[in-house]
């Protein structure tokens, strides 16, 4: 499968304080299609994560080098406001969290924050991204009533609701299933596979099944290096190293 | 493989637990019975002249039974807003600062929140006796004791309190809910502001209503700012203010004042509950959900 690059990764090598998370990370994450970043924890996937929307900004102490271009553009460079980034590039958590507001609210903060709608134009928008996260339907009679109140899966859905509000290019999601009942991770799931239509997804899992059956392309982190990186068949089935070939068939990790 | 039955080590752990139960739950009655016996002598020896008239008549020296208070409480809730004005501006944009920042300055600004915390009120009443009364008393003779600058102590006492809870319960959000709002691209001061303070906002208001407490029966800074007053005063002169009027009944040699001081505490001690009250039902109100 040949598509359009989205992000490209150069050289990326980060550091907490003294200690390397990530040596030397160089991939090509194409547009519109899902891709999975898998290994072991403390790997460097989460943190290799969080570097593409700079979520690792605020951390003290926290250095990255190499180069991440998102449609060409630097996303370090001196011009390119994190706001603004971080709006291009929404965030799912591993685990939801709503803000302590209503479902409405939640959804039209960061159209009001980013003055992108107001009056019958937000309500259209709540209702667009609550429906394209599956969530519309369960909770359009209690928009006014606290989204604490939902379920783990539901507040999920909103918090996917809640990132495509701002209408973002790529969508990262940190291992969004892994407080989830199987019910609502299948639910999810159908989601992100719908999503990819109009969305650059890129999600990091330890479930190995999930990334099978819902990405394009899957990268394998060992101890902060991508040892592997291909279209998740060849991944899958005929990985080119040993270490992958071990961690997929559940020999170590 | 079991080994259930009691052995001696498990019969003394069964032993050291009771125990403790039985002193913690002991200490904690105590604790609840001291308080329960000052509320209860309170108001027994309160309840004498807690009539209309105590909170609508100022002093009266001929007929000391038909006197009240309406001015010293006046005096008192003037007070307390003026502090809160004073305080609350202060003491919360610092603990933002405190809580936000990690730098060397926000240490040294720790430390001496601290020290500020413990400065007895007294001198915190001298303080401001000596820069703002005495020089204004040495231009102005017969003048310079006034609402405001009483108001003003009892804020600087307020400062360091409310410093210090903002940043404790603002260090108590999760960096969860910072990260959702920052991963929308909503700009830093946006966060704190519509996300953080919000979820803050319970135990800030707690810990403002602690301290408000704390200070409404301050008598010692009154006495050096604000003198005390027969009379419902202006703020700008001399007021009266509760702790004064508590202090003055009694110390009186009028059994009936002495008597009215109870029912001042009373007064002080409802003014507190009212206001804490108030509080938890406006920030209830207040919140969107």
């Known amino acids: 499968m040949q598509t359009v690059p989205c992000v490209t990764v150069k050289n990326v090598s980060f550091w907490y304080g003294i200690n390397q998370a990530l040596f030397d990370i160089n991939m090509v994450i194409p547009q519109h299609a899902v891709t999975a970043f898998i290994g072991p924890s403390g790997c460097g996937k989460s943190t290799f994560l969080r570097c593409i929307n700079r979520m690792n900004d605020r951390i003290d102490g926290a250095k990255m080098t190499g180069t991440i271009q998102l449609n060409d553009q630097d996303i370090r460079d001196r011009t390119v406001s994190v706001e603004a980034l971080r709006r291009t590039v929404g965030m799912v958590f591993q685990k939801p969290v709503p803000f302590p507001m209503s479902i409405y609210d939640n959804i039209a903060f960061g159209p009001r924050t980013h003055r992108l709608a107001s009056g019958r134009m937000l309500d259209e928008l709540v209702e667009k991204c609550l429906t394209d996260a599956a969530l519309w339907d369960e909770v359009k009679d209690k928009l006014k009533s606290s989204a604490m109140a939902l379920s783990g899966g539901q507040q999920q859905r909103l918090c996917i609701a809640r990132t495509l509000s701002v209408s973002p290019d790529v969508i990262l999601m940190d291992e969004p299933c892994s407080a989830l009942d199987p019910n609502s991770t299948h639910r999810i799931e159908e989601l992100i596979t719908r999503l990819k239509t109009d969305y650059t997804v890129i999600i990091v899992t330890h479930n190995l099944q999930q990334a099978k059956r819902i990405s394009d392309v899957t990268g394998f982190f060992l101890r902060g290096e991508l040892v592997e990186f291909g279209p998740s068949e060849t991944v899958f089935t005929t990985p080119t190293r040993t270490e992958t070939d071990d961690y997929i068939n559940g020999r170590f990790g | ?289």
């Not at chain 2, 039985?22 to 200490?27: A, H, I, N, Q």
């Not at chain 2, 400065?119 to 005495?134: D, K, Q, R, T």
């Not at chain 2, 519509?194 to 409404?216: E, Q």
């Open chain 2, 1 to 289: 493989m079991t080994q259930l039955a009691k052995t001696p080590v498990l019969l003394q752990r069964r032993v050291m637990n009771a125990l403790f139960q039985v002193v913690c739950g002991l200490c904690a009655i105590l604790a609840i019975l001291i308080l329960g016996y000052v509320l209860w002598f309170l108001l027994s020896q309160g309840i004498t002249y807690f009539k209309p008239s105590f909170f609508t008549n100022l002093p009266d020296n001929v007929n000391p039974a038909l006197g009240g208070i309406k001015h010293s409480i006046i005096g008192s809730l003037n007070l307390l807003g003026i502090a809160l004005c004073i305080s609350l501006p202060i003491g919360i944009l610092s603990g933002v600062y405190q809580a936000e920042s990690s730098g060397k300055l926000s240490h040294v600004v720790r430390f001496l929140t601290d020290v500020l915390n413990g400065i007895p009120s007294i001198v915190v009443g001298l303080f401001v006796y000596a820069i703002w009364i005495l020089p204004y008393a040495l231009k102005h003779p017969g003048q310079g004791y006034s609402g405001i600058a009483g108001g003003t102590a009892l804020g600087i006492m307020m400062i360091p309190l409310v410093m210090r809870t903002t940043d404790e319960m603002l260090r108590l959000v999760p960096q969860s809910l910072w990260d959702a709002s920052l991963a929308l691209g909503t700009p830093r001061w946006r966060t704190m502001l519509l996300i953080v303070l919000p979820a803050a906002r319970n135990g800030i208001v707690t810990g403002v209503m602690l301290a408000l407490a704390r200070v409404s029966g301050e008598t010692a800074p009154l006495l050096f700012t604000v003198l005390g007053n027969e009379f419902l005063g202006p703020i700008t002169g001399p007021t009266d203010a509760l702790p004064l009027r508590l202090y003055k009944y009694a110390t009186s040699s009028d059994p009936v004042q002495n008597s009215m001081a109870w029912s001042t505490a009373l007064t002080l001690l409802l003014i507190i509950l009212i206001l804490s009250i108030l509080a938890r039902f406006l920030t209830r109100a207040g919140k969107r959900i």
